[in-house]
């Protein structure tokens, strides 16, 4: 699948021919169905993307992560395609449909591994809970909920109106792109501005009012995987608080394997695909 990114084509034709290659199966979403995707061969991998996200947040890896895994990527309750969901929304409410879908797809007493990005990776928290042993790696890559908040100014971000022109929100994208997912706003290129555009416009879970509260913090000393935590350097969501988030997760996690990769920002796995891709694969690929 790394040939379909460079092969030249546009945007809408890379997604068409992801779309194309997966295998679509879905699992119960209270009254519809939640999307999964599936790639490869070989043991389970589940991906959780992030908030106001899809599947999509991984089209950056799931070309290699599929070449000896299996992938289950995700699209989260009440965003991509996935089913909505009623409200009031909660990490726990979201992760037990969650759960439930891989007891179906993965069932019992088979077990796998769990990449869960920003908001993925606080429902990730919560079905490792739920999952308990089930799960061997559980990697969380700079998730929100864990009650400690970002630190440092922000320039305002550009809202997204419906009476914007096609330029206007190109440039609305690429600046909150460039705010709160990336550091090298040189890596923001058509892709990821065509990615970010068709996560959003499909999103009706407002992830950061979830992601603000510490519900990922509770269920730390739950998860019976092992823990293990990817950020970027710069990662405007969390600013300068790599250490205390450090130093949270190891008062339940002494072990934790906890990696900061150099220069980049939110979404890393977009930004720095060679090093996550190798991490993930070095976090995952034992015991």
């Given at each position: 699948?790394?040939?379909?990114?460079?092969?030249g084509?546009?945007?809408?034709?890379?997604?068409?021919?992801?779309?194309?290659?997966?295998?679509?199966?879905?699992?119960?979403?209270?009254?519809?169905?939640?999307?999964?995707?599936?790639?490869?061969?070989?043991?389970?991998?589940?991906?959780?993307?992030?908030?106001?996200?899809?599947?999509?947040?991984?089209?950056?890896?799931?070309?290699?992560?599929?070449?000896?895994?299996?992938?289950?990527?995700?699209?989260?309750?009440?965003?991509?395609?996935?089913?909505?969901?009623?409200?009031?929304?909660?990490?726990?409410?979201?992760?037990?449909?969650?759960?439930?879908?891989?007891?179906?797809?993965?069932?019992?007493?088979?077990?796998f591994?769990?990449?869960?990005?920003?908001?993925?990776?606080?429902?990730?928290?919560?079905?490792?809970?739920?999952?308990?042993?089930?799960?061997?790696?559980?990697?969380?890559?700079?998730?929100g909920?864990?009650?400690?908040?970002?630190?440092?100014?922000?320039?305002?971000?550009?809202?997204?109106?419906?009476?914007?022109?096609?330029?206007?929100?190109?440039?609305?994208?690429?600046?909150?792109?460039?705010?709160?997912?990336?550091?090298?706003?040189?890596?923001?290129?058509?892709?990821?501005?065509?990615?970010?555009?068709?996560?959003?416009?499909?999103?009706?879970?407002k992830?950061?009012?979830?992601?603000?509260?510490?519900?990922?913090?509770?269920?730390l000393?739950?998860?019976?995987?092992?823990?293990?935590?990817?950020?970027?350097?710069?990662?405007?969501a969390?600013?300068?608080?790599?250490?205390?988030?450090?130093?949270?997760?190891?008062q339940s996690?002494?072990?934790?394997?906890?990696?900061?990769?150099?220069g980049?920002?939110?979404?890393?796995?977009?930004?720095?695909?060679?090093?996550?891709?190798?991490?993930?694969?070095?976090?995952?690929?034992?015991?």
């Open positions: 699948m790394d040939s379909i990114l460079n092969a084509l546009t945007p809408a034709e890379i997604e068409r021919r992801f779309e194309d290659s997966a295998e679509r199966t879905t699992t119960p979403c209270c009254d519809g169905e939640m999307i999964w995707r599936i790639w490869g061969d070989g043991p389970p991998l589940v991906l959780l993307h992030g908030g106001y996200g899809s599947w999509r947040h991984w089209v950056k890896n799931i070309g290699p992560l599929s070449q000896n895994r299996r992938l289950y990527v995700a699209d989260n309750p009440g965003l991509g395609d996935s089913a909505s969901v009623p409200l009031p929304h909660s990490g726990e409410q979201l992760a037990a449909i969650i759960s439930n879908g891989l007891d179906q797809l993965i069932p019992a007493p088979q077990k591994d769990l990449v869960g990005f920003s908001f993925g990776g606080l429902l990730g928290g919560h079905v490792g809970a739920l999952q308990g042993e089930r799960i061997r790696n559980l990697v969380v890559v700079a998730p909920g864990l009650g400690i908040a970002r630190t440092g100014e922000r320039p305002p971000l550009a809202k997204i109106r419906s009476h914007m022109s096609e330029e206007e929100l190109i440039e609305a994208h690429r600046h909150n792109l460039s705010i709160i997912m990336f550091h090298d706003a040189s890596k923001i290129d058509e892709l990821a501005l065509y990615l970010q555009r068709e996560t959003v416009k499909r999103a009706r879970v992830s950061p009012l979830i992601a603000r509260t510490d519900t990922l913090a509770r269920v000393p739950d998860i019976k995987a092992n823990l293990k935590a990817i950020y970027g350097e710069m990662d405007d969390t600013g300068t608080g790599l250490e205390r988030r450090q130093a949270l997760y190891r996690h002494p072990d934790i394997d906890f990696r900061v990769i150099k980049a920002g939110h979404w890393v796995m977009y930004e720095t695909p060679e090093i996550f891709n190798a991490l993930v694969q070095e976090m995952t690929g034992g015991d």
